[in-house]
């Protein structure tokens, strides 16, 4: 129970951190080593499950995530980030929170739930009402460990948080394999969404096992509720921006339709999904410290985003040629069409993975108003060009999705970075190169595997995997050497790699205390 109470009140110290840079190492690390275990076990669990169940299984249960995980998210995209920037927490200021919270979500839920047959309505499928009921508990269940999540995140305790998410996301995705084997359908991803949520509950409380307090009114509380309801704001906005595009594909040409976007979405958003969006707690836990500083902001900024161009350019290259075969690997040949439309998102996946780093600026600067007014601009724009690719069917969405993508990234980077006097050359002179040599990497390679007649059939008869590894190979072969050619991207590659070694967990790393800095010099007994 003492050890309990001392693990708590860990949480709501709000001394400076003297090894911060090694600990938002270790954490970005851990939080890399988390997206990528993480997406391979969503990953093989969707390959298999789209093997056994069919398409409309999946459009099905989409048209109610789509709805649901906005407001599953209320508070969660929020309350979370309010917590990790408040300089001053304390436990009564955090279980307002929580309650403030919980009771929200619980309103929504139950809203939710008897939207059910409005749903179905609009889709014009009864099935949707009791997928609906199911899934509304999640809407619950995730605002029950958000602040528990934050408090972990403040303190950069991300190895944590890795084992309860990978934990709880393997044991609802082998759920849902053997739901799906049994005959049980869609049912299989509704189990998946509502265990993994379920799941988590016990687990926090077992790596945190801080207890809110009873409800009452904090006077500090308001001023963190404003901040959330600002970043929510954003996430809104920044939601509908991402699903408009399903919510009106589905609507106008099916299910079945929205089943092959949304495959081939989920493989253009994966790189961002995996860097940009998980290391959006480490960057924003670590840059929130040294904001004041705006040279020393810029200079970690500005590694970061030299890192992403150097993953994301060729990722884009790769993608645009191996689309259909990344697609036929992973899903097999009922999914022809997914192909064809990942091919048009690859010229954006670059542009996606960067674009986000826009929202650590707004949130580490303290300007969250400011992101949710640009999340509005970004929606009229998305809104007012999705219509333009409605009628050429998935393709066509897929081509507008893209174009706005690109367009918005260099506005939103410069628009988010006004603090720091960010300037449009110092985002040409970092993206630019890079942009360059998976360019030419990309033509080279296109020219050799499909414009060479005799290497093109050879290459033509080999399986969709050794395409992929030979194709692919080369293209990063090709564009290493460019990099390696010159000396500001050659630095870059080499930061990186510095970077990676770094983030992984040695027998020296360890003897930095992974947890606590100050835990080596507290007495033990």
């Not at 739930?113 to 609009?122: E, F």
């Not at 001023?223 to 594909?249: C, E, Q």
């Not at 603090?419 to 030419?440: K, N």
């Not at 692919?472 to 991207?489: C, H, I, K, N, W």
Request: aromatic share 12%; with cysteine.
């Amino acid at each position: 129970m003492n050890r309990d109470k001392s693990r708590v009140r860990e949480f709501f110290d709000n001394r400076s951190d003297p090894d911060l840079r090694n600990r938002a190492v270790r954490a970005a690390g851990a939080t890399v080593l988390a997206g990528v275990v993480g997406f391979l076990i969503y990953f093989i669990s969707t390959v298999i499950l789209a093997r056994i169940l069919v398409p409309e299984d999946f459009g099905l249960v989409l048209i109610v995530l789509t709805i649901s995980i906005p407001l599953a998210n209320f508070g969660v995209r929020g309350f979370t980030e309010a917590t990790i920037q408040d300089k001053n927490i304390t436990h009564e200021k955090i279980s307002a929170l929580f309650w403030i919270h919980v009771t929200c979500n619980l309103t929504l839920g139950v809203l939710f739930m008897a939207s059910a047959p409005l749903i179905a309505w609009l889709y014009d499928d009864s099935r949707l009402v009791a997928i609906s009921v199911v899934i509304s508990s999640s809407i619950i269940l995730d605002a029950l460990i958000t602040q528990h999540a934050a408090l972990l995140t403040r303190r950069l305790y991300f190895y944590k948080l890795t084992a309860v998410r990978l934990l709880a996301s393997l044991v609802s995705s082998g759920l849902a394999i053997y739901l799906a084997w049994t005959g049980w359908e869609y049912w299989a991803l509704v189990a998946r969404r509502v265990v993994g949520a379920l799941l988590l509950v016990p687990l926090f409380l077992v790596v945190n096992p801080w207890i809110p307090g009873l409800p009452k009114r904090h006077p500090g509380v308001w001023s963190m509720v404003k901040f959330a309801l600002n970043t929510y704001g954003n996430y809104i906005t920044n939601y509908f921006s991402r699903s408009l595009d399903k919510m009106l594909l589905g609507w106008y040409s099916g299910t079945t339709a929205l089943a092959h976007y949304d495959k081939a979405y989920y493989v253009f958003t994966a790189p961002a999904n995996q860097l940009s969006s998980p290391l959006t707690s480490v960057a924003v836990a670590t840059l929130s410290k040294i904001r004041d500083d705006h040279e020393r902001f810029r200079h970690y900024y500005f590694k970061a985003l030299s890192t992403f161009a150097l993953i994301g350019m060729p990722t884009s290259a790769a993608v645009i040629l191996l689309a259909p075969d990344i697609i036929y690997f992973l899903l097999g040949p009922q999914w022809e069409l997914a192909g064809e439309i990942l091919r048009i998102f690859g010229a954006g996946v670059a542009a996606l993975l960067i674009y986000g780093t826009h929202g650590w600026l707004h949130l580490s600067l303290g300007t969250p108003h400011h992101w949710f007014r640009w999340g509005l601009f970004e929606l009229v724009v998305v809104a007012a060009a999705l219509p333009a690719g409605l009628p050429f069917g998935a393709k066509g969405v897929a081509v507008a999705y893209t174009i706005v993508v690109c367009a918005l990234m260099g506005p939103g980077l410069l628009y988010a970075g006004r603090p720091i006097r960010l300037r449009l050359s110092e985002l040409v002179a970092i993206l630019w190169p890079f942009f360059i040599r998976a360019s030419i990497a990309g033509v080279i390679s296109w020219w050799l595997f499909f414009g060479v007649d005799a290497i093109f059939d050879f290459y033509l008869g080999l399986n969709s995997f050794l395409r992929l590894v030979v194709c692919s190979a080369f293209l990063l072969s090709v564009y290493g050497l460019l990099v390696l050619a010159s000396s500001r991207t050659r630095a870059s590659l080499f930061d990186c790699i510095s970077l990676a070694r770094q983030m992984i967990p040695t027998r020296s790393n360890k003897a930095l205390r992974d947890e606590d800095p100050q835990a080596s010099s507290t007495p033990r007994g």
